[in-house]
């Protein structure tokens, strides 16, 4: 450890892990520490059962109508691969698909007013057949729908008149969208969190709603991947991928101190009296406790059930998307649900996961509305945490920090943090183009 490296990274959750095996594919000498005797960081997944109840400070004995403990590897903060999405992309850039198996999620639902989830509609055919929206309606969207499916930013012919300056609020005036399709295109098409994107251009929310087509077009039940065992295969896939080109972990390595020079730039980290020097650290939020801010609160609680969630066709794997004004709050509730066939429960049981963003003192109540969605529960372990973010960028002290991972259940904000670190640390952007012919036909196999 006593020696000079490129790169020190801190922490092995899945952004930190993703980082680490970039830049040492990139050829520079990376050092990865944690703390922890396991991979994952927050984002680890935790195997038997009984670690799950410790972890959350139960010191009793899980159930035994629960099943066999070892059947059980629960993501302590689990999200979806989008298949067209930013993290796919990077898997298969790196080559990093070869580590990992993935399973279609069954189903893409959108909860409306009144306790009613309805299924996603994103083709023409959905559309007309969807029980969300009404008769004329249905038309007005299929109108909004083909012309989203048929906008190229570079072609003004398809523009039909609204070329791709024109604000949010303006097209779905044109298209004459009432505000509960507004909700569901926003919310659980273009995966907006909340609703200021109505004030800006529409081209991000078109590129997002085109993005949703072509992930459902690959696998057809739903945009979303989800890995077999869980996501704890993820970091490990890349720090596999470090190791492989001489990237250099070490786990249960306590940091006891970040040495800066005179300028105020970092020099390396310290650890059990020894100084591996770095011009350059990258971690999580929880090592740099004076370099974050507090952003907000989060509240996620994971439940373990035994059936289904109702109103979803009897989905082994499921995503549900509670748009805020449906709520009436400002920020989305987002569930998850994966189960046995994903090779992370036991025989029969699932785990539904809720979460938002906190607006109250009693963040717990707010998930209410999810907890009466998903349906009784034989466990429920609630986390209520703090969103960190970095003080400053990294360029004037050399250490970059990540944020902490959001309420959403897919990754797509979590790649935008990652995409971001990779620009700041190496001085430009991540090319994910660069792919063999192969990489590009065939993208992450799912079952």
Request: net charge negative; glycine share 8%; with cysteine.
């Amino acid at each position: 450890m006593d020696e000079e490296y490129d790169v020190i990274v801190l922490g092995t959750g899945l952004k930190e892990c993703v980082l680490s095996g970039l830049l040492s594919q990139e050829g520079k000498k990376v050092l990865h520490m944690d703390r922890n005797d396991y991979y994952g960081g927050a984002s680890a997944s935790v195997t038997p059962l009984k670690k799950l109840f410790e972890h959350f400070g139960e010191k009793r004995e899980p159930a035994a109508s629960l099943g066999r403990g070892k059947d059980w590897n629960v993501d302590l903060i689990p999200k979806f691969l989008m298949a067209g999405g930013k993290l796919v992309k990077i898997l298969i850039h790196t080559d990093v698909t070869r580590y990992l198996d993935f399973k279609s999620v069954e189903g893409s639902y959108v909860y409306k007013r009144g306790g009613k989830v309805f299924k996603v509609p994103v083709t023409k055919t959905e559309a007309m057949t969807s029980s969300l929206m009404g008769i004329f309606e249905k038309r007005r969207f299929v109108n909004f729908l083909t012309w989203v499916h048929g906008f190229d930013e570079k072609d003004p012919q398809t523009w039909k008149g609204l070329p791709p300056t024109t604000i949010m609020a303006d097209v779905f005036k044109h298209f004459s969208l009432d505000e509960n399709t507004q909700d569901f295109t926003g919310h659980a098409l273009a995966l907006y969190r909340d609703d200021d994107y109505i004030k800006h251009p529409a081209m991000e929310t078109i590129r997002r709603v085109q993005l949703y087509s072509e992930s459902l077009a690959r696998y057809g039940n739903s945009p979303y991947l989800y890995p077999l065992y869980g996501l704890g295969e993820l970091p490990q896939g890349f720090a596999r991928l470090s190791a492989i080109y001489g990237g250099t972990y070490m786990l249960n390595k306590k940091v006891d101190e970040i040495i800066y020079g005179d300028d105020g730039r970092v020099t390396g980290v310290k650890s059990d009296g020894e100084v591996a020097k770095s011009k350059i650290v990258i971690g999580d939020p929880s090592y740099f406790p004076s370099k974050v801010k507090k952003v907000g609160k989060l509240v996620r609680a994971i439940c373990l059930m035994d059936h289904p969630i109702p109103q979803t066709n009897n989905a082994l794997s499921c995503q549900i998307i509670l748009p805020g004004n449906q709520c009436d709050r400002k920020n989305d509730i987002y569930i998850g649900c994966v189960s046995y066939a994903h090779q992370i429960a036991a025989e029969g049981k699932f785990i539904a996961i809720c979460s938002t963003t906190a607006e109250t003192a009693n963040p717990e109540k707010e998930l209410e509305v999810a907890f009466q969605t998903i349906g009784p529960v034989l466990e429920r372990f609630v986390v209520v945490e703090d969103l960190l973010e970095p003080v400053q960028d990294g360029s004037k002290d050399g250490v970059f920090i990540s944020t902490s991972y959001d309420a959403t259940s897919h990754f797509e904000s979590t790649c935008d943090d990652i995409m971001d670190l990779y620009h700041r640390v190496t001085g430009k952007p991540l090319d994910l183009t660069k792919m063999t012919p192969k990489d590009a036909e065939g993208g992450a196999e799912a079952q």
